[in-house]
């Protein structure tokens, strides 16, 4: 009989990662490259850890995720993001956990448009006297 897997999908800014777990030894496989390949940045990799960190269970899942959009620090918040619904998934004790700790909450924070008339989003052009 296979392995029960868990899935979750997780969201920050335009990234998107679709997240797997499944008991093991802590292996990770994102976008079929390791962890420490994928994300080289010690602080991103923290923040792929954080739920494990968090509910005691670090290196007792094996990791599989595929991540689009973004950057790379965003995509490390949709990974951690995707792992902590995972998790909850896997055990509803742990929702109290990582709610707390607010990484179950989607981080709805994006880009504001640019408007027409302005340089930016809310910048205007620079006004020249002469």
Known sequence: MAEKRYYATGKR???????????????YLINGRTLNE????????????KPFLLTGTLSKFDV???????????QAWAVGHGIAKAL????QNLRAVLKKQGLLRRDPRVKERKKYGRRGARRGFQFSKR
């Open 13 to 27: 800014k335009t990234a998107v990662a679709r997240v797997w777990i499944k008991q093991g030894q802590g292996n």
């Open 38 to 49: 994928y994300f080289p940045v010690e602080e991103w990799r923290f923040m792929v850890n």
């Open 88 to 91: 909850v998934e896997y055990n």
């Open 64 to 74: 599989i995720a595929n991540v689009h959009g973004g950057g790379l620090p965003a």
